[in-house]
């Protein structure tokens, strides 16, 4: 029987699983943690909305047929020459590779960001810069050091800007806890280009510019970050602002694995594939999610997105399939859903099937499509487990 080897549990890697699951076929899934985490909705618990163990689900409890064997190990190589992946438990051997290893941060060369910035990327970074910033406030109790309570989001893509949603929400009880006066916190949002979420048009993008500000946030477009130093970023204005917590969402490329392989790469870094998502170098290999480099029938490269990398998975599995039974592939089209951003718990602003939406209805249907997922990965059972646990703020 032929070998499949899945690289990543992230939305792409785990749907790609699932399918197959669902289709009886046999296959490995190689993943860092046991667990799958929702990564498009990592700011939420980081600004203390709803508990961190809501934002993962155990791979066991997805995947649940003997068939399907789970490795907890972390990918060091790829070997697409030999059909190989290197892990830290050892080589991994396949006739079919779906490679999902997601991105990495994009720091475009930035001196100091990588050491100096924290990243929300992964459950543990969300929380880390949770823990973080109640830290500095309970900390000021005793040094009234005022950096403490400045807060740094370099980038107002939906990442920064649902960051900044959700931290703006927080403020308030972390002020009351900690009894600091509000005037001394500041929670600044630091864009290069000229406006914040650039995907929206104007309307939207102003509606969200006006709740953030009412929240609280500072929104300083036009200002690039160029140096960061221990707390304190540098800006192209020449300006310097000192800040305990500086927190970067600048952008993402894919994973360094894939260039280091000898895929063709794009500047991202991602791997070409075909219309049926096979890497254009490798046949037997499947890029899917972030890492792919994917140009839709407009010829422009489709942005990395979780519903653009769950709708990969989807047919990266159907086409593994196909090709074991001779049957011609399916061929890759984003049904793109839209777009939504929330700015807090019950705002949010964004395009859903070409109609706008902002206020409370597009945080309605955000909170619509995280039941979706959950139905979509383990139908009722998964939903049930997990229902009640959405949107209650801790
Ligand atoms: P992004 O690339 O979309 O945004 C990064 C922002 O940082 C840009 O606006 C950029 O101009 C700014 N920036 C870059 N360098 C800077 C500098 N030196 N100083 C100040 N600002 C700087 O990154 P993202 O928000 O992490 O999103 C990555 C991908 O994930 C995107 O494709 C996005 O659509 C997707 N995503 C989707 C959702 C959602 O659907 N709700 C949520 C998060 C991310």
């Given amino acids: 029987m032929a070998k499949i080897l899945i690289a990543g549990a992230g939305y792409g890697g785990l749907t790609c699983a699932v399918e197959l699951e669902k289709a009886g076929q046999p296959f490995t899934l190689i993943n860092k943690h046991d667990y799958h985490y929702f990564t498009t909705l990592l700011h939420e618990p980081a600004g203390g909305r709803n508990k961190f163990e809501e934002y993962k689900v155990n791979l066991h409890d997805v995947l649940r047929k003997e068939s399907s064997k789970l490795v907890k190990g972390v990918v060091t190589g790829l070997s697409p020459q030999e059909n190989k992946v290197l892990t830290d438990k050892g080589e991994l051997s396949y006739d079919y590779l779906i490679l999902a290893l997601g991105n990495a941060p994009e720091y475009f ?47 107002a893509g939906l990442t920064g800007i649902e960051l900044c949603g959700e931290l703006a929400e927080w403020m308030p009880e972390l002020m009351a806890t900690y009894h600091v006066p509000a005037e001394k916190v500041q929670l600044i949002n ?25 929240k609280g946030v500072q929104l300083r477009t036009g200002t690039a970050i160029v140096k960061v130093n ?25 994973n360094p694995l894939i260039a280091a392989a000898g895929f063709e790469v794009d500047p991202r870094g991602r791997a070409k594939v075909n219309e049926h998502l096979q890497s254009v170098d490798f046949s037997n290999v499947f890029v899917i999610g972030d890492s792919a480099w994917f140009t839709g ?8 997105t979780g519903q653009a990398a769950t709708q990969m998975g989807a047919v990266a599995a159907h086409n593994v399939l196909r090709i074991m039974k001779r049957e011609p592939l399916e061929t890759f089209t984003l049904n793109y859903m839209g777009t939504l951003a929330s700015l807090g718990a019950e705002v ?20 619509g499509s995280k039941l979706k997922y959950l139905w979509q990965l383990g139908g009722l059972r998964l939903v049930n487990k997990k229902r009640g646990q959405l949107s209650s703020r801790r």
Avoid: C
């Avoid at 029938?297 to 990395?304: H, I, N, Q, R, S």
């Fill in 348 to 367: 949010g602003v964004g395009n859903v099937k070409g109609m706008k939406t902002k206020g409370v209805s597009a945080a309605l249907m955000k909170e």
């Fill in 297 to 304: 029938p407009d010829g422009k490269p489709l942005p990395p």
């Fill in 109 to 155: 060369g930035i001196p100091g960001m990588a050491e100096h910035a924290m990243l929300l990327r992964s459950w543990d970074t969300a929380r880390k810069i949770h823990e973080h910033i109640e830290h500095m406030f309970r900390m000021y109790r005793d040094d009234r050091d005022e950096t403490r309570l400045r807060i740094i989001v370099g980038g």
């Fill in 230 to 254: 221990e707390n304190q970023v540098e800006l192209k204005t020449g300006e310097v602002i000192d800040a305990r917590t500086i927190i970067w969402t600048g952008g993402v490329r894919a």
């Fill in 190 to 214: 630091l864009e290069a280009a000229p406006t914040i979420l650039p995907m929206l048009d104007e309307g939207l993008r102003k509606a969200a510019e006006e709740v953030l500000t009412k």
